[in-house]
């Protein structure tokens, strides 16, 4: 157990639709990543806050958008959702924003459906 | 700009080494980080180096760091059942604390 803790563990909606994911970082991280694995893709960075501020952006869709609430949990909104966007999601977790030894610890990700 | 490329897939029989390569672009990363996902799950950070390192050993786990030639290689020493999963090579982006990562190659251990 990583300490990172991700719900719903699995989402099933209809394409066109909006979902929420929800990740808890470890206690103590002050940095969230989250990540997107789809077999077409791979395992692709989406984007980073660090202390609720954005820190960085990676192949992140613009139906997409995330933040970093003051207690640290994180939210990930699709929107629009498109039968491609059907992938696992993941959550990591550290303690610092991008410092020289900076471990992420993953949650055991989202896994999303859109039929 | 920022690549990490992996063989897809590796077959090895019980008690024999494994050898899971990797290259990767970015000549400035800093750390280059070892992953493994077994079915079902999510990433396990098995091991990492600093890139003014050569090499690392963790127990039955060797790194290999040539940094002329960008590649990195994984050694799992005496290779069980338990070590089938995925294993993902990443390197650190060059924004943040972000993770570049390889395709992933599916170990499979063989009775």
Redesign the interface.
């Known amino acids: 157990d990583s300490g990172v803790t991700q719900t719903p563990k699995h989402l099933i909606t209809a394409t066109g639709q909006r979902v929420t994911l929800r990740c808890s970082p470890r206690s103590g991280d002050l940095s969230v990543y989250w990540y997107q694995q789809s077999l077409d893709q791979g395992l692709q960075f989406l984007i980073q806050y660090y202390n609720g501020e954005e820190r960085a952006k990676g192949n992140i869709l613009e139906r997409f958008s995330a933040q970093q609430f003051p207690d640290l949990h994180s939210e990930l909104n699709l929107s629009s959702l498109e039968l491609g966007d059907s992938a696992l999601y993941f959550c990591a977790s550290s303690v610092e924003g991008g410092g020289l030894d900076n471990e992420q610890f993953f949650g055991p990700g989202t896994r999303l459906t859109v039929l | 700009g920022e690549d990490v490329e992996q063989s897809l897939f590796l077959s090895v029989r019980e008690g024999d080494s494994s050898v899971i390569n990797c290259t990767y672009t970015d000549s400035s990363s800093?750390?280059l980080y070892w992953?493994k996902q077994e079915p079902g799950?999510?990433?396990?950070?098995l091991t990492?180096i600093?890139s003014n390192m050569d090499m690392k050993q963790d127990q039955r786990l060797t790194v290999l760091l040539n940094k002329k030639d960008k590649h990195l290689s994984l050694r799992i020493a005496d290779t069980q059942t338990g070590d089938s999963a995925i294993y993902?090579c990443a390197e650190?982006?060059n924004?943040?604390?972000?993770?570049?990562?390889?395709?992933?190659t599916e170990l499979s251990v063989k009775p």
């Open positions: 800093t750390y992953y799950a999510g990433l396990q950070l990492y600093f993902f650190r982006g924004q943040g604390g972000k993770l570049i990562f390889g395709q992933g």
